[in-house]
């Protein structure tokens, strides 16, 4: 069973920035390739970040590239994302996921079998 456990969310105004984290368990830390999506309000999940376990590269979409920054702490078995700059369209529920995609499914929400429960970021003035 893998766990996920999101943390971070909450309510800033637009241009500020927010860090949410997402613990887990040694075993899936290492072993998969872990990520962020986000849904917002009356729309499809999005994804946001992920880093890919087969090569270490760190993929963004294209709405957050250059405002976001996804780290890992190897002694807390966490992923951090980092939001800069953020805007009211970043409003939205950020879950962090877990799985094995291919390269080439890294992207696709389906390719996600272990999602957290969701943390909620609202951007507003």
């Known amino acids: 069973q893998v766990q996920l456990t999101e943390a971070g969310g909450g309510r800033v105004r637009p241009g500020d920035s927010l860090t949410l984290s997402c613990a887990t368990t040694?075993?899936?830390?290492?072993?998969?390739?872990m990520g962020w999506f986000r849904q917002a309000p009356g729309k499809d999940r999005e994804f946001v970040a992920a880093?890919?376990?087969?090569?270490?590269?760190?993929y963004y979409a294209d709405s957050v590239k250059g405002r976001a920054t996804v780290s890992r702490d190897r002694d807390k078995n966490t992923l951090y994302l980092r939001m800069n700059n953020l805007k009211p369209e970043d409003t939205a529920v950020y879950f962090c996921?877990?799985?094995?995609?291919?390269?080439?499914?890294?992207?696709?929400?389906?390719?996600?079998?272990?999602w957290g429960q969701g943390t909620q970021v609202i951007v507003s003035s």
């Open positions: 996921v877990a799985g094995r995609p291919i390269l080439s499914s890294l992207r696709y929400d389906a390719s996600y079998s272990n």
């Open positions: 040694a075993n899936t830390f290492m072993s998969y390739t």
């Open positions: 880093f890919n376990r087969n090569n270490n590269h760190i």
